[in-house]
């Protein structure tokens, strides 16, 4: 069985900068994408950052030079750094898993999902 655990999320003001962690378990498959989205009230979930098991990454543009997708094979584990936060980046995160092959943001082809983290920006 698929499990994903997101960690990490929290308050903090503009500028700021929040580690997310996602730690993966029940996954056997040597290809993969893995991927951060985010959905604030009121709003679509929105893929922000993707990568892929070689190493190819996609980013949003509300969110390029800011953000950083990296993951940890010895540890299961996907990050996303998130560097000069703003407050439009409030939202709860999800870690996502998928059986596609290369980075991609469409929520669509992802099929295991984490219960997510909030993420609180203030000004």
């Known amino acids: 069985q698929v499990r994903l655990v997101e960690s990490g999320g929290g308050s903090v003001q503009a500028g700021g900068s929040l580690r997310l962690s996602c730690a993966v378990s029940?996954?056997?498959?040597?290809?993969?994408?893995m991927g951060w989205f985010r959905q604030a009230p009121g709003k679509e979930r929105e893929g922000v950052a993707a990568?892929?098991?070689?190493?190819?990454?996609s980013y949003a543009d509300s969110v390029k030079g800011r953000f950083t997708i990296s993951e940890d094979n010895a540890k299961n584990t996907l990050y996303l750094q998130m560097n000069s936060l703003q407050r439009e980046d409030t939202a709860k995160y999800y870690c996502?898993?998928?059986?596609?092959?290369?980075?991609?943001?469409?929520?669509?082809?992802?099929?295991?999902w984490g219960q997510g983290t909030q993420v609180t920006v203030s000004s």
């Open positions: 996502a898993v998928s059986t596609w092959r290369r980075a991609d943001l469409r929520a669509n082809l992802y099929g295991y």
């Open positions: 029940g996954y056997t498959y040597s290809r993969y994408c």
């Open positions: 990568i892929d098991s070689s190493g190819s990454t």
